[in-house]
Structures are given as C-alpha cells and as structure tokens.
C-alpha cells in the first residue's frame, strides 16, 4: 500500500526541496542518519526535484519511508514545511505525530509519561510521538462564558534544546444579549435582543525570555468556515490578525469568525535564556467598531435609522467589557520541570 499518494507526495517532496536546497545537504542527511549514500541510491546528472522525486520512490518501493522523513525532521526540525507535513491532519478532530499517512482506525491515544503528556500514533512497525511539554497556566479567562472566542496553547518539544512548536487551538461562536434602553419619548426602561458575533481580531503574544521571528510563525486557515490569520508584528511581541477571506460561503452566510481550529501550529519559539523560565500571554482582542462586530439576523425591512441605533446601542454596551480582550491566557514553561 502506497503511504504517501496524490498531493501528499507532491507535498512531501516540495518539503524536502525547501529543507534541503543543495544536494550536498540532502546527501548528508541521509549518510549521517539513515547511513545511506544518495547516489547509489538516485545516480547522478538529475535536478533536485527530480533527485529526491527518486528518493522518495525508491524510499516507499523499498519499505523504509518512515525512517526517511523522520531522518529529515531530525536533521532539521525547524523547517516548517516538513513541520506541516509531519505535523498534517486527517480533520480537527483527530491529531496525528506520526510521519506517514495512517488509517482512520489507527486513532490517536493519549498517554502520561515522566508527567508529559504525549499524543502516540501506531505505524505498522513503530511509534512516534512529539512530547507536550509540562507548563503551568497563570491566567485564563473568556468574556461571556467564552461563547464569542476562546483560545487555548500547546508547547510541544523539539530537538534542539532551546526550540518549541507553539500550537493553538481557537473556536469562534455567536452570542444573543439582551440590551437596556430608555425611550427617547416616554423616558420608560426598554430593552433590545441582539445577537452578533466578530468579523476580525487579533491574536496577540506578549513573550518573557522567548522570540518568535516572523519568519517561523505561520499563516493558519479555516476553510470550511472561510477565515485566516496572517502573522504580524515584532519577535517578541507576535500577532497574528484574524479576518474573513474574500469569498462568501454557504455555511457562514452571517459573515462572522466561526467555527474552529484544533491544535494548528503557530510556529517556533526560541527561548533566549535556556536555564530561565518562559512565559506566553495570548490575548485575543477587538475593536469595538462597525468593522469588527456584525449583528447576524437584521431585517431587511427594517428601517436604516433603526439598523443603525441598534448597532450603536450594541456597540456603547460592550465596549467597557471587550475594549481589552476577549479571550486570555498565560503558561509558563520551566525547562527545570522538563527536564
């Protein structure tokens, strides 16, 4: 059986094109981990492309993928296109460590070991894990039960000693309230029923002891409820900026952040002291404006006037309780309890 097929090889030999760019790199991968000579394996006179084209094939036909592309993520595992293969997902909800492809029944277990929690995936000779690393959560805190967003990170071990994958788990939802109001004409107590929910934001990091260049953080996509981040922002104060794509969609007909991401890979962040202690507060915040909040469910027939004092009201009633945030936590990583 084919382990990798269609666009996943495709995919996995675009990684290796950008984790190896020489052919003298790809050559030493292979001696120094897999002891394996590469033109013996290929011959000589080919492409790059087509040199590892032939890598992968020979690699698949003869049974030893799996070590192939785990040879590669070991000799390097900062590249984040090998990161997004190895680290790929069948759906949000399943997550698979593994290095290949796998079958559905093959599920994922979750096991505790040394007081590390590690996602395990059984290949058809071995296991392959990638460590959650052991971290204390300072704050969290979602407005409004969390209804409108929560989010949610994972600091995951890699081999370089000073380097960690950062992964994010965020949902978006909608949310009804029900508003006070006085009668401009009979100065009696009313009140109004909205629901809405949040066109864009952002997800901000504040960093202790940590660097994340915009160069190792990733965009993340949503395309089943049509939205993306694009990362931003200074190393130790990265930001990711959350917006609705171009193209409307069926399923999210209100034009709103919605639905999920399931443990996506930010990127990788560098802690700059290794002996110290890293902490990561994530926020993730609004303006409290037209641009950022959308009544869902408006009447067509209802009055302009009356649209715009039923936004404006909204607006005027939450913007004391989100003009900071709407969703905040913070972890802290001692490599002393991880070691």
Known sequence: ????????????????????????????????????????????????????????????????????????????????????FVLD????????????????????????????????????????????????????????????????IGIYKLNYFNKMNIELTISFGNLELTIPKINKFTFKKESIDVKFGIKSGELCFDLKNGSMPLSERRQLLNQDDNWRAMPVGASEAPVWQFELNNESTIRNESRILYGCLQKKLLGILELLEVSNCCEIEAVFKISVNRNCIEIIGLDDGEKKKQKETKIGLLLRYLKPELENYISKVAVRYDPADNS
Request: glycine share 4%.
């Open 1 to 84: 059986m084919d382990l990798v097929a269609g666009q996943r090889r495709k995919k996995l030999q675009e990684a290796f094109i950008d984790a190896f760019p020489q052919e003298s790199l790809l050559e030493q991968m292979l001696l120094f981990e897999l002891d394996k000579k590469l033109k013996v394996i290929v011959g000589s006179g080919n492409n790059l492309g087509e040199i590892i084209f032939i890598l992968i094939q020979k690699a698949e036909s003869e049974g030893w993928l799996t070590d192939l592309i785990r040879a590669a993520h070991t000799s390097n595992p900062g590249n984040l296109k090998l990161q997004d």
């Open 89 to 152: 997902k069948v759906d949000d909800s399943q997550r698979y460590e593994n290095f290949t492809e796998v079958k559905l029944s093959q599920a994922e277990q979750e096991v505790t070991c040394a007081n590390q929690k590690t996602f395990v995936v059984n290949t058809s000779s071995k296991n392959y894990s990638i460590p959650l690393l052991k971290s204390i959560k300072l704050i969290e805190e979602h407005k409004y039960d969390g209804k409108l967003a929560v989010i949610e």
